[in-house]
Every structure is written in structure tokens, then in C-alpha cells.
T-cell receptor, first 115, second 112 residues
Framework: TQLLEQSPQFLSIQEGENLTVYCNSS?????LQWYRQEPGEGPVLLVTVVTGGEVKKLKRLTFQFGDARKDSSLHITAAQPGDTGLYLC???????????????FGQGTILTVHP | EAGVTQSPTHLIKTRGQQATLRCSPISGHTSVYWYQQALGLGLQFLLW???????NRGNFPPRFSGRQFPNYSSELNVNALELEDSALYLC???????????FGSGTRLTVV
């Protein structure tokens, strides 16, 4: 069974600060996604990374995929109160066994940005 | 384009009863995934349906079951409800899960 470790679990910062969330596995991902979820809603896909070493930017959000495709990070620059929410990483592994076809989610990072 | 729709939004059941949750995927998506989210944190994989067949299931007891209809909509059935089944049940659809899911807003199931 593949496991995804996400850290930190909680993050409380002031507006304007930078932050990084990490996602790690002992297995090689075929792809990794980051989602953001707000209370009462389902997660919304932010980005998918597939290639080792890949870097993607979405406004103030920067996503990195490790060279070995076992880890990823989400960096937010100059956080704003609107960034508050639950951030989830999710990994897909090569087809086969119990991992076939599904995404495995990390436990999530609850981010609170104070004005 | 309509997103993934789930019904009902909220469901309150008594321990021992059965619950049925429904999901309509995005048009063109043949895969439907069900996840359980307790305590507002990580999602636990329940079931994956594709082209009407169950392709994979998570580590949940057999009283969690479901099906996918010819129009690709799906329902999740939970029998003999227990208090710990109280959670947000999320449905997602995709044409290939490797590149990401589109989630519905979920059904909040409360077992009393």
C-alpha cells in the first residue's frame, strides 16, 4: 500500500508571509496533483505534475515535482487571507495491484492566513 | 458544462439503517470515484467504477457497495450504518484519473 506523507498538518501565518507544504512518498509517482478544498465543498484541482523536476506556477503558487518523482512541494508567496483552506496532495502510481486507477491523498494541510 | 452533481446534500440516518448517495459525472467522463472524508482532513478511497464495472475498492467493509448505471451515473450504498460512518462522501469523475479528478460538493452523512 502506497502512503503519502504531507506536512505540516496545520499552518497559521500572517498576510504577506511565504509558506511551503511538502508531500512525500517512498514510491515513485506516475503523477501527482494538488487540490484546494474550502469548507462545505469538494476539492478543486490546482495542478498536475508528471515529469521529474517539473516546476509549475499558478499566480503566487509554485509547484515542484522532485527529480526522483517521490516528492513534491507547494510554495505560496505573499499569502493572502483568500488562500485560507485545506490543501491536499494526491498521488497516482503505476497501474497494478491495489493502487490501480485510484488517487491516494495525503492527510492535508489546513492553512489559515490572518489579515 | 455542468460539473459533478451529488445528491442529497445532507442525509441524517439512524444507526442500523441504509443510506443511498447519488452522483452524476461530468458529461464524457466514464470513471466515477467515491471517497470518504472524515474530520475535514484526508480522503479515503472507497470505490472506482468505469464503464459500468467496479475496477477497484478501498479497505472498507462489504456493507459499502455501489454501482454505475449505463449513463455513467453512480450510487453508493451503505448498509447497517454505524456512528463512525458519519462523514462527507465525495464523488469525483475523470476520463483518466492520472491527470486529476473533478469533485462534486459531497453528501454530508450523519448517523445518529
Amino acid at each position: 500500500t502506497q502512503l503519502l506523507e504531507q506536512s505540516p498538518q496545520f499552518l497559521s501565518i500572517q498576510e504577506g508571509e511565504n509558506l511551503t507544504v511538502y508531500c512525500n512518498s517512498s514510491s515513485v509517482f506516475s503523477s501527482l496533483q494538488w487540490y484546494r478544498q474550502e469548507p462545505g465543498e469538494g476539492p478543486v484541482l490546482l495542478v498536475t505534475v508528471v515529469t521529474g523536476g517539473e516546476v509549475k506556477k499558478l499566480k503566487r503558487l509554485t509547484f515542484q515535482f522532485g527529480d526522483a518523482r517521490k516528492d513534491s512541494s507547494l510554495h505560496i508567496t505573499a499569502a493572502q487571507p483568500g488562500d485560507t483552506g485545506l490543501y491536499l496532495c494526491a498521488g497516482a502510481w503505476d497501474a497494478g495491484g491495489t493502487s490501480y486507477g485510484k488517487l491516494t491523498f495525503g492527510q492535508g494541510t489546513i492553512l489559515t492566513v490572518h489579515p | 458544462e455542468a460539473g459533478v452533481t451529488q445528491s442529497p446534500t445532507h442525509l441524517i440516518k439512524t444507526r442500523g439503517q441504509q443510506a443511498t448517495l447519488r452522483c452524476s459525472p461530468i458529461s464524457g467522463h466514464t470513471s466515477v470515484y467515491w471517497y470518504q472524508q472524515a474530520l475535514g482532513l484526508g480522503l479515503q478511497f472507497l470505490l472506482w467504477y468505469d464503464e459500468g464495472e467496479e475496477r477497484n475498492r478501498g479497505n472498507f467493509p462489504p456493507r459499502f457497495s455501489g454501482r454505475q448505471f449505463p449513463n455513467y451515473s453512480s450510487e453508493l450504498n451503505v448498509n447497517a450504518l454505524e456512528l463512525e460512518d458519519s462523514a462527507l462522501y465525495l464523488c469525483a469523475s475523470s476520463w483518466t484519473g492520472m491527470y486529476g479528478y473533478t469533485f462534486g460538493s459531497g453528501t454530508r452523512l450523519t448517523v445518529v
